[in-house]
């Protein structure tokens, strides 16, 4: 279809995945977009399989009810463990956000490299960045740290502040003299971090951004489907599970991202 201005769907726990708007948005400024941010349950990190999957394919339905005309599943635990399961009832085309990642971190990392990856716990569970990197390089060395307290401090508006830096160096200070080739922020919530996180790795450290990264994916996903919107100027739409005025409030503070009216959708 030539011209689709059916809107991009795009879903995560909470704020993070405003990190992949703002990416699609620089890549792709003619799309529509509809984002939901499932503040209602943030986070996922610490949920069940079972949950995560059925959070997702609740959202992914109302966004179906969109009329969307692509999808991209914007938190790395969702995209860990309900990928398929959201594939399998869509309509629509699906990507994820780990995928992008991994590929970007291997371009970076020489032969025997290393790669350190950061993630929510449940996505550390799942070894998906692992399973995904050594699939693609068997011979690179993959460690995996999850950093559970990361989001929540996101979502707190904590980015930058002492107890960041605090959290962020209980998590990751043993890591920083490792002389690791890349390390991927395997949760979209992390890149509202990366100064903090760069502060305690040190400013040499070479950090994959999965937002970016799956950003230029879904450009070419749609370039090649034929689905690419040819306006200029695309609309957004904001829907959350709770707390509107908090969502707005941030995403503004941490992105500049102006939202205007947030709908509420609850479950």
């Not at 999808?71 to 699906?94: G, H, M, Y």
Request: proline content about 6%; some cysteine.
């Amino acid at each position: 279809m030539k011209g689709d201005k059916r809107p991009i769907g795009i879903f995560d726990s909470g704020l993070g995945g405003l990190t992949v708007y703002k990416a699609v948005r620089e890549l792709l400024p003619g799309e529509n977009v509809v984002y939901f941010g499932d503040t209602a349950r943030v986070p996922y990190g610490t949920k069940s399989p079972g949950a995560v999957i059925a959070f997702s394919k609740e959202i992914s339905r109302c966004l179906f009810d969109r009329k969307i005309k692509f999808l991209i599943v914007a938190c790395n635990t969702a995209s860990s463990l309900a990928l398929e399961e959201i594939r399998r009832i869509s309509p629509v085309p699906v990507m994820g956000v780990i995928s992008p990642g991994v590929d970007a971190a291997l371009a970076m990392a020489p032969r025997r490299g290393r790669i350190l990856v950061t993630g929510t716990s449940a996505t550390v569970a799942s070894r998906a960045y692992s399973l995904a990197l050594l699939g693609e390089r068997p011979d690179v060395h993959v460690v995996e740290k999850a950093c559970p307290l990361f989001v929540p401090l996101v979502e707190e508006g904590w980015c930058g502040k002492p107890l960041a830096v605090l959290v962020a160096r209980e998590y990751l200070a043993a890591f920083k003299n490792k002389k690791f080739d890349a390390v991927i922020l395997g949760c979209t919530h992390y890149p509202l971090l990366k100064k903090t996180i760069r502060r305690v790795l040190g400013p040499r450290v070479r950090i994959v951004d999965s937002a970016m990264a799956a950003a230029r994916v879904a450009r070419q996903a749609l370039a090649a489907a034929g689905i690419l919107n040819s306006g200029r100027f695309g609309k957004a739409f904001f829907m959350v599970s709770d707390a509107p005025g908090r969502f707005s409030e941030l995403a503004l503070r941490l992105l500049k991202i102006k939202t205007g009216e947030v709908a509420v959708k609850r479950f």
